[in-house]
């Protein structure tokens, strides 16, 4: 079971709006910045926001982050169908000295 | 081009050993916290291990502490993770990846292609 709990899928159709939550604790989302990964099937991971809604170089806008007390959310707008895939949350731990992963939600466009 | 490669992984027995070796190029790799992530077939991501650029911290999940050493070499730019004790459990494709600074950054701006490990007997 992940220290972070996320939906293990999400759904909806191209031009929709989909968020995914990241629950934690004070001693991860509660005290740390969150960042958010994609992964298309097969490939290794993305750094898709960083810092609970900084997008790095060449992610395009339609991706937000934003936190709020033990919890993070990840909105993508204008949904397309190649923005089916994995979407992780993860955080540094405080109490666990370690980096924690959500179990990840997969997004399916309908 | 930025990038990097890891190698070393493949089919052991548990209880057997392996060194993982991730080839960091096209950036000043010194400057930078690396990571080691890895993923079961079929499941999520699990962070595995930490160390700060100049290798004076490092951190180690606790699925893995005592068996693992993570450890690098900044003249070769290189990372590299010992794996002993191997259990049927630590069967995952593993991504070497970077910190975005020297630790508190953001783990994963770059990502390795991953390597498979499978422990079976």
Not at chain 2, 26 to 33: E, V
């Amino acid at each position: 079971q992940s220290v972070l709990t996320q939906p293990p899928s999400a759904s909806g159709t191209p031009g929709q709006r989909v968020t995914f939550s990241c629950s934690g604790r004070s001693s991860n989302i509660g005290s740390k910045a969150v960042n958010w990964y994609q992964q298309l099937p097969g490939v290794a991971p993305k750094l898709l926001i960083y810092s609970n809604d900084q997008r790095p170089s060449g992610v395009p806008d339609r991706f937000s982050g934003s936190k709020s007390g033990t919890s993070a959310s990840l909105a993508i707008s204008g949904l397309q169908s190649e923005d089916e895939a994995d979407y992780y949350c993860a955080v540094w731990d405080v109490s666990l000295n370690g980096w924690v992963f959500g179990g990840g939600t997969k997004l399916t466009v309908l | 081009e930025v990038q990097l490669v890891e190698s070393g992984g493949g089919l052991v027995k548990p209880g057997e050993s392996l060194r993982l070796s991730c080839a960091a190029s096209g950036f000043t790799f010194s400057s930078y916290a690396m990571h080691w992530v890895r993923q079961a077939p079929g499941r999520g991501l699990e962070w595995v291990s930490s160390t700060t650029a100049t290798s004076g911290f490092r951190f180690y999940a606790d699925s893995v502490k005592g068996r693992f050493t993570i450890s690098r070499d900044n003249a070769r730019n290189s990372l590299f993770l010992q794996m002993n004790s191997l259990r049927d459990e630590d069967t995952a494709v593993y991504y070497c990846t970077r910190d975005s600074g020297d630790f508190g950054g953001a783990l994963g701006d770059l990502w390795g292609q991953g390597i498979l490990v499978t422990v079976s007997s």
